[in-house]
């Protein structure tokens, strides 16, 4: 069955404390990873895809990177402007929306 | 190029009401999919709609129906609605099988 775990639930960190977040996932014939950003109330923002082992994406402070079993997203000197939930959902072959997984997110908050 | 507008943005509705909630797509986007959003389910697949046919159904009862129109915007309906129906109700559009989805701001259902 395809699914996905994002890892830690939460995630607190001093301004400047780099990390990482972590998104496993099990699916067959992955047809893109995509990462997203959501704040409080709002609807999530679209940041990354990526579609095979290896590759590599960055915006700002952001830097996601995937391997056939996992996506992590680095967060490197992160602001608080930072701290939001970040969403990772996986795309097998069907390319129906309805076919695309999410995991519960990651919760980070930086602390000024 | 605007981005995917949902209206109402909030609304207050009592137990056996019926709420509409509309949805406006980026300019050329002819997909749209519906989630609901909760704190202890997450993000929930309603529907996805494509050139006005509906493609797939999410596992939710049939008190919650949609519709696409031919200029692809889209509206969903909960009718007899239950405290459970409290929720961030979100729209999202693509590009014809791509897996990027563009999220509106969503619309925030409360149930009394």
């Known amino acids: 069955e395809d699914q996905v775990t994002q890892s830690p639930e939460a995630l607190r960190l001093q301004e400047g404390e780099s990390s990482s977040l972590n998104c496993s996932y099990t699916?067959?014939?992955?047809?893109?990873l995509f990462w997203y950003r959501q704040d409080p109330g709002k609807g999530p923002e679209f940041l990354f895809t990526?579609?095979?082992a290896g590759e590599e994406k960055e915006k700002e402070r952001l830097k996601a990177t995937l391997t056939k079993k996992e996506s992590f997203l680095h967060i490197t000197a992160p602001k608080p402007e930072d701290s939001a939930t970040y969403l990772c959902?996986?795309?097998?072959?069907?390319?129906?929306?309805?076919?695309?997984?999410f995991g519960s997110g990651t919760r980070l908050s930086i602390r000024p | 190029k605007a981005g995917v507008t949902q209206t109402p943005r909030y609304l207050i509705k009592t137990r056996g009401q019926q709420v509409t909630l509309s949805c406006s797509p980026i300019?050329?986007?002819?997909?749209v999919s519906w989630y609901q959003q909760t704190p202890g389910q997450g993000l929930q697949f309603l529907f996805e709609?494509?050139?006005?046919?509906?493609?797939n159904k999410g596992n939710f009862p049939g008190r919650f129906s949609g519709r696409q129109f031919s200029n692809s915007r889209s509206e969903m309906n909960v009718s007899t609605l239950e405290l459970g129906d409290s929720a961030l109700y979100l729209c999202?559009?693509?590009?014809?099988?791509?897996?990027?989805?563009?999220f509106g701001e969503g619309s925030r259902l409360t149930v009394l």
């Open positions: 959902a996986v795309q097998g072959p069907d390319s129906s929306a309805s076919k695309i997984i």
């Open positions: 709609y494509f050139s006005e046919t509906q493609r």
């Open positions: 999202a559009s693509s590009f014809a099988g791509r897996g990027e989805l563009f």
């Open positions: 699916v067959s014939g992955l047809r893109g």
């Open positions: 990526l579609y095979s």
């Open positions: 300019s050329g986007h002819r997909s």
